[in-house]
């Protein structure tokens, strides 16, 4: 049996009976033993009906509104942090819409309600599919510390277990992009 249960609270694996995790997390607060699965970059996207195919410019902005991931914790995530490292910090929109969850964010740019930065990592199937559309190369800065995790509760897990270890690992390193560095322990 496979239980999915995704949420932001940080499980105690052996207290809860999970037997593996996939975290989101810095590598000083990943668990010693954890894999690295990959990093995240960031990038504009857009639904293509809003017919924008870069954004060389800040001008590109002025007649879309900015979707905006409401979470101050994760500055990478949002637009000023963004336009700052564009040089575009005095850049006009035509208005922003935040969101506190995540998921919202990339709805709403399914939607084409305005361009939204992306986590390249977890929406390359939409990018793939032409759902959305990459604006900008994404952004490998190195103080976005935060990757994905695969955590396991016991250091020698079942032999099912670790198979769908094995299978997660093997998944990661295939949809890495070359220029992600490749799983590592920490």
Do not use: C
Request: net charge negative.
């Amino acid at each position: 049996d496979l239980r999915v249960s995704a949420n932001n609270r940080v499980a105690d694996l052996r207290s809860d009976g999970i037997d593996l995790a996939i975290r989101y997390t810095t590598p000083a607060l990943a668990p010693a033993g954890a894999t690295r699965l990959f990093g995240e970059s960031v990038a504009p996207v857009a639904h293509p009906s809003l017919g924008l195919k870069s954004l060389r410019s800040a001008q590109a902005l002025a007649k879309v509104s900015l979707l905006e991931f409401d979470d101050p914790t994760h500055p990478w995530l949002r637009w000023g942090d963004w336009l700052g490292a564009a040089g575009w910090s005095d850049v006009r929109h035509q208005g922003m819409l935040h969101f506190n969850q995540y998921d919202q964010v990339i709805q709403a740019a399914l939607d084409a309600q305005g361009v939204a930065l992306g986590r390249i990592e977890l929406i390359q199937p939409l990018l793939d599919a032409g759902r959305l559309v990459r604006l900008a190369p994404p952004n490998h800065r190195a103080d976005m510390e935060h990757a994905y995790w695969l955590i396991l509760a016991n250091d020698h897990p079942r032999a099912d277990i670790r198979r769908v270890a094995e299978w997660i690992e093997s998944e990661a390193r295939m949809s890495a992009e070359p220029a992600h560095a490749p799983p590592q322990t920490a």
